[in-house]
């Protein structure tokens, strides 16, 4: 493996001022991967976002076809960067060299994905108003606006995601779409990564002759470096995958700044899923299967993974789901975590289910797990709605493959213990049809839960489209209104700007009243083309 | 007048559990009105937030229809409500009945106007994405989502729009227009007022059958009631007009909540105006008469008020816009002032101003101000680029009918403080074309700086129509990618909801497949009626 540089990018150049450096750790054996990687200092931290805010302009006047290119370019040069990036990544995530290509596949997708919405311009939200000169009693003027990129963008990526949320995926892309510069704060557990990934970001900025001071990667394993960049004044906004903890301090930084600026924070959740009678009568043990796949994906390491099961155990079918379900558990081949960190606390939150006294263990992986390799069991737990009632701790997510079965005696515990659930990323139901017009008030409440609704499937596995919603009211996300995957995340970096009365060739082509764009746009009230 | 019975109103219901109690004051004598209004309780702030919050699933699952009567009738019922609002609201502000008038004129027709947004439909941004059940290497889903009301909200409306930005202003009306409920505490400037609208509402609920508990409207003059409403837990956002002071001790409480919540303050801005060559020598007098109407209209009392204007001491017609602003100034006859303490901060302003080493007085009005009426008299005063740079202090708004010439001596020094510039609502520029292409460098600048840039027009006076935007970076607003005029204000109140697999029976008629309400939605990345 060629060894990393371990220096914070700055735009076209590199720097290390302090002598504290770290080194990425393989979790499958703990051994130290070549290169040591130094923390940035503050001087460099103000460097990378006092150069971005200096390139800001001349990147936000970029035509969409040069930010169209540039996403277009990262995604070519990715691929053709070869297999170093996921090798490296790999090695600091204990992930399969297969599940890393499927990520760098996911992540070329997604910028070009978003390079064909830029293209296309009508993400923008162009609005006209018509000037009426002779209206009574005020003349109308006329009135114009659109979302503009709002500055330099912080973005701390998710370590689960070491290739698709981390330096290429969607907060820097959509950042890069919007004409936003980009300071990524590197992931520690992943350094290496980061640093391949922003050199291909480096290269495809000097290709398309764009401003180097656009991009810069900077490294820190202390909340120092973090709370520093979010702090910085010239800062526009900040992007956040992890944990509630972390989330939570940022954002609390943020809002305390004399001027606070938005941090996204993408927090994980319980992602609960409830099996309606119907469903469970007619295929308890393909949905047993379903459901121990998704919890067992990638370790149990998704954001979305299904932390709880809510049914009716009276329902038929519900003894041959949980018996399923418990044999695929025991059948599970531990396998590694992320790093040591999540591991040790992974098994420290078995630890406190264990002796939960609202809770039974039903069954865990068969195979002791090697904890010099960070290998976790799976475990499958079970309660019931008094126990739930009695332990709203149970609602904590656990980061890991561990999950609770939840033995409701009602339909109305269904509901009450939705209502109790606080925001999550997802919520799915099994069903019937007919389950779903019986259980309409279900629906009702997860409506208000939960940023996306799976009938019939299983939260983990995002599609990157259009229509994707990956947020949720808190602690799933801080911003609700906002989602950190599919297109709809570009609207995180841009504020509307508005025009009245002004020149017609001073405009952004955007608003320009003969449409050169040729774009949607809303004139007048009406959708127009 | 008739009495008014100064009790919170929780949806049918009224209640008053403490004897603390004020009364509205006529500015114009300082006489009590009649009324004595109670302070509200916690327990009332609790029973109004939990009664909203049982009524939400109720009024956001009405159809679009209904939610457009509603707003409809709210703007009949205003109409049909008689003078006694009007005559309220002069006396509590000092408003002539004219600009009462108006101002009901105003929130009439915003309630129309989002009644026409919510029958066409369109506003919910329904995307929908096909599945594809044979997709290598996994199947994709069929995915769609569409903005869904988020839950009660806090109103807090401004004290200077008392019909147009108070119980009866676009936040509420917005709100509605979602299908969120309603908790408005009052102002307590014009308690009168906001009972008179209450009741409007109340009874426009009443006519179209929809369930009490979606408005209410709650006293109080001490911090207490605020924090208390924004602390609620089962609030889901909150909607505040007002000062920077006020604003961000809200915003902090919202951020600092277990659950956080959205705050969107509006709270003015300086508002600059640059004045570039060509205009000055074109039209300087005409200027300045459009400036210091803009400047003195409402007294001074508008959150886009023009607080300072730029230009080029050297330019030819300086000297006479100078004069000419000048005299007019001179002329202005003061006014009365909404209440007494906006008018004792604007003495305080003008005596901070009247004592800065950077600045001079350049003219006042001629007639001495009547004290015991709150009369605010208009000043200019005037700084060089030196006193501005030495004094950055003089860039802090002072509520009232005071504004600043700065005298600059290059288009480098325009630049220089259009960079140093806070967020602001607006920036004005006058100018040929030929101005606009000169300084384009200055137009990239205040992109960045403000929320509305208004080419050879005054701030004051603000367009309600689909394209406008009230907002801007902070201190004009704590959530920029906002605004709180206009119908793209309701996106404050609702969040992309997504549902997977769904079945098309069970979905939201905005995203069913026949397009039932003819809609016009993203289809598989695509715009699509």
Request: charged share 20%; glycine share 8%; aromatic share 6%.
């Amino acid at each position: 493996m060629s060894t990393c540089h371990g220096l914070q990018i700055l735009g076209a150049s590199t720097s290390a001022e302090l002598d504290d450096t770290y080194t990425g750790i393989d979790p499958r054996d703990g051994s130290e991967l070549p290169g040591a990687f130094h923390e940035a200092s503050d001087a460099e931290i103000d460097r990378a976002v006092s150069a971005a805010y200096q390139a800001f302009d001349a990147f936000r006047t970029t035509t969409a076809e040069q930010r169209a290119t540039l996403l277009d370019t990262i995604a070519d040069t990715a691929m053709a960067a070869g297999d170093e990036l996921l090798q490296r990544a790999s090695a600091e995530t204990g992930h399969p060299i297969e599940r890393c290509a499927a990520e760098r596949g996911r992540a070329v997708s997604q910028a070009r994905l978003f390079a064909e919405m830029v293209r296309e311009g009508s993400w923008v939200d162009a609005r006209i108003d018509h000037a009426e000169p002779t209206r009574q009693p005020l003349p109308k003027p006329d009135v114009r606006s659109m979302q503009l990129a709002i500055g330099p963008i912080a973005v701390f990526g998710a370590s689960n995601f070491p290739i698709a949320i981390s330096v290429l995926g969607a907060d820097t892309i959509s950042a890069f779409a919007a004409g936003c510069p980009v300071i990524v704060k590197g992931h520690p557990a992943h350094p290496g990564t980061c640093e391949i990934a922003a050199e291909i970001i480096r290269t495809a900025i000097a290709k398309c002759d764009l401003p180097a001071d656009i991009f810069s990667l900077i490294h820190g394993r202390s909340h120092r470096v973090g709370a520093e960049l979010v702090k910085h004044p010239q800062l526009a906004a900040a992007a956040f995958t992890g944990s509630l903890k972390g989330g939570r301090a940022l954002f609390d930084i943020a809002n305390s700044r004399p001027q606070p600026i938005p941090l996204y924070a993408e927090m994980g959740s319980v992602n609960p899923i409830f099996i309606l009678p119907g469903a469970m009568t007619e295929r308890s043990a393909q949905i047993a299967q379903g459901y121990i796949d998704s919890l067992t994906m990638g370790v149990g390491q998704f954001c979305t993974n299904p932390g709880m099961v809510l049914g009716l155990g009276e329902a038929a079918g519900w003894k041959d789901f949980r018996e399923s379900a418990a044999e695929l558990v025991r059948q599970h081949e531990p396998q590694t975590m992320l790093h040591c960190g999540i591991h040790y606390a992974y098994q420290e939150g078995i630890h406190r289910l264990q002796h939960s006294s609202g809770l039974r263990q039903v069954s865990r992986s068969s195979r002791e797990p090697d904890e010099t390799a960070s290998e976790a069991a799976c475990y499958l737990f079970e309660t019931t709605a008094d126990g739930l009632r009695h332990n709203p701790e149970l609602y904590d997510e656990v980061f890991g493959p561990v999950s609770t079965l939840v033995n409701c005696s009602s339909p109305a515990d269904l509901e009450e213990f939705a209502e109790q659930l606080e925001g999550s990323l997802t919520a799915s139901i099994h069903g019937t049809e007919e389950d779903l017009r019986a259980h309409a008030g279900l629906v009702r409440i997860l409506e208000k839960k939960a940023g996306r609704l799976i009938f019939n499937g299983y939260p983990v596995g995002l599609e990157i489209c259009h229509s994707i919603h990956h947020g949720g009211p808190y602690p799933a996300t801080c911003h609700s209104h906002f989602t950190s995957i599919g297109t709809r995340c570009i609207n995180r970096f841009v504020r509307p700007v508005c025009y009245q009365d002004w020149p017609d060739s001073a405009l952004p082509p955007e608003l320009q009243e003969s449409n050169p764009l040729g774009i949607t746009r809303i004139v007048n009230g009406k959708s127009s083309q």
